[in-house]
Every structure is written in C-alpha cells, then in structure tokens.
C-alpha cells in the first residue's frame, strides 16, 4: 500500500466516524397542554443540551388572612401577602438521546371575596386555594417526533419535535 492510499484511507475512516457521531443538538419543541378538547395553553421551546424553562403565566400576591390571640386574649386578624406563580411551566433538556420535560400547571383561586365578607368579630384563617399539578415526562430526542401523555387528571400534553440541526 502506497502511503497515498493509506492517508486516503485514514482521511475516509476519519470522515466516516465524523459524520456517524454527528446528531441533533437542538430540537424546535410544538407543545400543547388540553383539558378534553380544550385548549388551555400552547407553546414552542428551544430544546438543547441546557436546561432552560418555558414559562407563560404571571407571578402575583394574593391576600391571607390569619389569627393571632393578642396579651389581653382577644383574636387580632394579620393580613399578609404571598407570592404565587399562576400559569404553565415547562422545563426541558436534551439529554443524551433523550429530552427530559418537567411540565407545571398552577392555578390559584384568591380568598378575597370570603376576607372581605367576614365580620369585624370574627376570624379565619383564609389562604388562596392553589391547584399544582407536575410531572416529569422523557421523549425519546428524535426528528418529526411525536408524543402525547396523560397530565393530571384529566388533562393531556402533547408535543413534537422537529431537529433544528448543529452537531455534539
């Protein structure tokens, strides 16, 4: 074997073990998260080998009543604020040949209505009614690819995945 050859030869097993390693790193992610066949929120997400998260909702103060019993025995109401995220989360990572979704969904009902309708006299202890529901999915990290999960209840998630292309 000429050493032509053989460089030849070693460039080609070089190109072919090149391009066989070479894989998406990044995947344009479709996703959509229904009650029945009720939309209830829609949204496309980088997916790469970061962990990043996909947020639509707002965070916001609600208000809580609580009770304390003042030194001379009488209940004294406090009225506090507390911090709540409302809305659709989506956390997401390529790992390896698989991406890793965290999905949350929280829907917090205020107190305001009942806090104001209490008597001066009375007391209770009244906080937001927060609904949180998360799971964690794995989707195997593929061109055109589709899945659809069951999320909480009654709600389902679906997404696709298209490759956006690049190389690890």
């Not at 997916?47 to 809580?64: A, C, E, P």
């Not at 709540?84 to 390529?94: A, D, I, K, M, P």
Request: hydrophobic letters at 40%.
């Amino acid at each position: 074997m000429t050493t032509l050859s053989l460089r030849f030869l070693l460039l080609a097993a070089l190109f072919a073990t090149t391009v066989s390693a070479h894989a998406a790193d990044r995947f344009l992610m479709d996703f959509e998260l229904l009650q029945g066949d009720k939309l209830i929120e829609r949204g496309k997400a980088i997916v790469s080998q970061k962990q990043y998260t996909w947020n639509k909702g707002i965070q916001r103060s609600f208000l809580q009543l609580s009770c304390q019993r003042t030194a001379s025995g009488k209940m004294e109401k406090v009225y506090t604020s507390v911090e709540y995220f409302t809305g659709v989360s989506v956390t997401h990572q390529l790992l390896g040949e698989t991406i890793e979704l965290a999905v949350l969904h929280r829907v917090v009902q205020p107190r305001l209505a009942e806090i104001r309708a209490l008597s001066a006299e009375a007391c209770e202890e009244l906080s937001p009614r927060v609904t949180t529901t998360t799971q964690t999915y794995h989707l195997p990290a593929k061109d055109n690819g589709e899945a659809s999960f069951g999320f909480g209840k009654d709600m389902t998630y679906r997404a696709k995945l298209q490759e956006l292309g690049g190389t690890r």
